[in-house]
T-cell receptor
Framework: DTAVSQTPKYLVTQMGNDKSIKCEQN?????MYWYKQDSKKFLKIMFS???????INETVPNRFSPKSPDKAHLNLHINSLELGDSAVYFC???????????????FGSGTQLSVL | AQSVAQPEDQVNVAEGNPLTVKCTYS??????LFWYVQYPNRGLQFLLK??????LVKGSYGFEAEFNKSQTSFHLKKPSALVSDSALYFC??????????????FGGGTRLMVKP
């Protein structure tokens, strides 16, 4: 069973389109994230979300929006796609709560987005 | 603010030799430190972490890392490299006193190449 799964694995689309990437985790974690990995492999946090709050990296354009229908899902919606949005997007989850918790991230296998 | 630096884009080592992948960090409080590994076309996988306690942390696949507070470093080490260790390695930090979304900041990654 895949702990963190995201779909689609590949997404090719035209500039200006709106697209979504889905993410689901079956680990019972309370916090989910979206990361963007650019062509140079640099990994940047985009969002952190649990059932209490959404934390947004201030550098993320408001064309990007996470939506969580329930605790196990955090989907990423992107409006008006731009060429610079081309990257690999990773979903991740973790169980937070202090020093006694097994704090580590579990990542999905990534969605390669190509904007033409 | 929290940040991580991995000064080497690539580290080359012969199989059987010891390896070191360098990481330095900057946080305003006390750090949580992590190493993750990324194999081609995969999401990141957790290797090890330092939260508190012993400065030498042992992790998966024979890797270990040493927390050095005075040098603000958390270098990844392995006594004897394997060809299968070839991958992209990411160091990450979270400020223990920063609870804003529990977001990790990742370094730029270091590609480890182990040659037979």
């Amino acid at each position: 069973d895949t702990a963190v799964s995201q779909t689609p694995k590949y997404l090719v689309t035209q500039m200006g389109n709106d697209k979504s990437i889905k993410c689901e985790q079956n680990l019972g974690h309370d916090t989910m994230y979206w990361y963007k990995q650019d062509s140079k492999k640099f990994l940047k946090i985009m969002f952190s979300y649990n059932n209490k709050e959404l934390i947004i990296n201030e550098t993320v354009p408001n064309r990007f929006s996470p939506k969580s229908p329930d605790k196990a899902h955090l989907n990423l919606h992107i409006n008006s796609l731009e060429l610079g949005d081309s990257a690999v997007y990773f979903c991740a989850s973790s169980q937070m709560g202090g020093l006694t918790t097994n704090e580590k991230l579990f990542f999905g296998s990534g969605t390669q987005l190509s904007v033409l | 603010a929290q940040s991580v630096a991995q000064p080497e884009d690539q580290v080359n080592v012969a199989e059987g030799n010891p390896l070191t992948v360098k990481c330095t960090y900057s946080v305003s409080g006390n750090p949580y430190l992590f190493w993750y590994v990324q194999y081609p076309n995969r999401g990141l996988q957790f290797l090890l972490k330092y939260i508190t306690g012993d400065n030498l942390v042992k992790g998966s696949y024979g890797f270990e890392a040493e927390f050095n507070k005075s040098q603000t470093s958390f270098h990844l080490k392995k006594p004897s490299a394997l060809v299968s260790d070839s991958a992209l390695y990411f160091c990450a930090v979270r400020d223990m006193n920063n609870n804003a979304g529990n977001m990790l900041t990742f370094g730029g990654g270091t590609r480890l190449m182990v040659k037979p």
